[in-house]
């Protein structure tokens, strides 16, 4: 029976309980109607606002990235490698922010530390820590208490040592103490500039960590 004919039928009845009661029910049930509307359009709208600030989001990390790509290649002196080319196309498509869709990653990494300065080293190594080590921005952003920075102490004391003529043993040990994670993914290495990488590419972490708060 519609709303209306139960109305009718109600205002039929001696009863006049009967009648305020029907059409108190026609009023709440319609009353009831229009919230559930409003809270499925208010929900919609909260959808399409969260869409709309991710993509906003996307675009513009996508656009950073472009953009540092291109700065490194300038500050290399050369022309632009083909795989950075590439890769500088690639997030120009907005096709997404990981390297693990692009071919030949290990030329990229390469390609980006062609330039041999201390920022194309940092860059390469920063890179290569996402792609090949897994350790993406929500990774970094679950070390909030100081753990990047004191990570990348490590690597820049044990490149201190190093420079020094101490040996890997002693460097390791030295350097390592503070370090804090796992003792296997403690790995320094002998060649100072290779460490200095390492402690760079950390403190960007925790730089863009920051950032994103």
Not at 16 to 42: G, H, M, P, S
Request: glycine letters at 8%; a neutral charge; hydrophobic letters at 45%.
């Amino acid at each position: 029976m519609s709303e209306l004919s139960e109305v009718r039928a109600a205002l039929g009845a001696d009863d006049l309980e009967t009648t305020l009661q029907a059409a108190r029910r026609v009023v709440a049930e319609r009353d009831a109607a229009q919230a559930r509307k409003q809270a499925d359009l208010d929900e919609l709208k909260r959808r399409l606002g969260l869409a709309h600030r991710t993509l906003t989001a996307h675009c513009q990390r996508r656009d950073e990235q472009a953009a540092e790509i291109a700065r490194l290649n300038r500050t290399g002196g050369g022309s632009l490698h083909p795989t950075i080319r590439q890769l500088a196309e690639w997030f120009a498509d907005g096709a997404g922010t990981s390297l693990r869709s692009v071919p030949l990653r290990s030329e990229v990494i390469a390609a980006l530390a062609a330039p041999l300065d201390g920022i194309g080293e940092f860059a390469a190594e920063r890179w290569r820590q996402i792609d090949a080590k897994g350790w993406t921005l929500g990774h970094d952003d679950q070390h909030s208490h100081g753990e990047l920075i004191l990570a990348a102490r490590c690597y820049a004391f044990a490149a201190l040592l190093v420079e020094t003529g101490t040996d890997l043993d002693t460097v390791s040990r030295l350097a390592g103490k503070h370090w804090p994670w796992a003792s296997a993914s403690w790995r320094p290495s002998t060649d100072v500039r290779r460490n200095l990488a390492k402690a760079g590419a950390l403190l960007a972490a925790e730089a863009d960590r920051l950032k994103r708060l």
